[in-house]
C-alpha cells in the first residue's frame, strides 16, 4: 500500500512565526504536491516537484516555498505565518506524468493566530 | 482551464437507500479518480477511472470519455458512507500533473 504520511494533523502558530510542514511518501514517486483547502474554494495547489530539488509554482504560491531534498521528503515552508494562511494543508504524491493514481496524506489543519 | 461539476451538492439518505453522484468535466481527461474525504479530512482512494467501469463492494464508478462525465454509485448506505465525495481529473496538456477537483457531493447517511 501507498504511504503518503505528514509531519502533523494539527498545529497552531503565531502571526509572523516560521512554519515547516513535512510530507514523506514510501512509493519512490516522483511527482510530489502540495494543496490547501478551504471551505468554498475546495482543493487549490500550492506547489509541486516532479524530481529532487526541482519545484514548480502552483495557482497559489505567494507566501509559500518549498523544498525538496530528498525524493520521498517533500517539505511546505509558510516565511512568515499570516492567519490568512489558516487552513487544511494536503500533501500528494504519484509517479510519472499524471497517467497514474495520486495518493493524499492525512492532512494538516494549521491555524495561525 | 477545465470545469469540474459535481451534483448535487447535498444528499441525505437513510440507511440502507442507493445513490448516484455524478461528475461531469468541460475538455478531454487522461486522469479521472474519486474520493471519499473523512470526517478527520483525509482524502481516501475510491476509484482511479480515466474510462470504463470499476466495482470494489457496494460501491462501483462508469467513466464515459467521450461525454465527458463520470458517475460514482453507492448500494445499500451506511452511516459509514457519509463525507464529502470528490470528483477530480487532470487534462491532456495540463502542464502540472495535478489534479483538478470538483466541489464535492457532501452526503450524509442516517440510522
Known amino acids: 500500500d501507498v504511504k503518503v504520511t505528514q509531519s502533523s494533523r494539527y498545529l497552531v502558530k503565531r502571526t509572523g512565526e516560521k512554519v515547516f510542514l513535512e510530507c514523506v511518501q514510501d512509493?519512490?514517486?516522483?511527482?510530489m504536491f502540495w494543496y490547501r483547502q478551504d471551505p468554498g474554494l475546495g482543493l487549490r495547489l500550492i506547489y509541486f516537484?516532479?524530481?529532487?530539488?526541482?519545484?514548480e509554482k502552483g495557482d497559489i504560491p505567494e507566501g509559500y516555498s518549498v523544498s525538496r531534498e530528498k525524493k520521498e521528503r517533500f517539505s511546505l515552508i509558510l516565511e512568515s505565518a499570516s492567519t490568512n494562511q489558516t487552513s487544511m494543508y494536503l500533501c500528494?504524491?504519484?509517479?510519472?506524468?499524471?497517467?497514474?493514481?495520486?495518493?493524499f496524506g492525512p492532512g494538516t489543519r494549521l491555524t495561525v493566530t | 482551464g477545465i470545469q469540474v461539476e459535481q451534483s448535487p451538492p447535498d444528499l441525505i439518505l437513510q440507511e440502507g437507500a442507493n445513490s448516484t453522484l455524478r461528475c461531469n468535466f468541460s475538455?478531454?481527461?487522461?486522469?479521472l479518480q474519486w474520493f471519499h474525504q473523512n470526517p478527520w479530512g483525509q482524502l481516501i482512494n475510491l476509484f482511479y477511472?480515466?474510462?470504463g467501469t470499476k466495482q470494489n463492494g457496494r460501491l462501483s464508478a462508469t467513466t464515459v470519455a467521450t461525454e465527458r462525465y463520470s458517475l460514482l454509485y453507492i448500494s445499500s448506505s451506511q452511516t459509514t458512507d457519509s463525507g464529502v465525495y470528490f470528483c477530480?481529473?487532470?487534462?491532456?496538456?495540463?502542464?502540472?500533473?495535478?489534479?483538478?477537483f470538483g466541489k464535492g457531493t457532501k452526503l450524509s447517511v442516517k440510522p
Open positions: 500528494a504524491s504519484t509517479h510519472g506524468t499524471g497517467f497514474y493514481e495520486q495518493y
Open positions: 512509493m519512490d514517486h516522483e511527482n
Open positions: 516537484s516532479y524530481d529532487v530539488k526541482m519545484k
Open positions: 475538455d478531454s481527461v487522461n486522469n
Open positions: 477511472i480515466p474510462s
Open positions: 477530480a481529473v487532470r487534462n491532456y496538456g495540463g502542464s502540472q500533473g495535478n489534479l483538478i
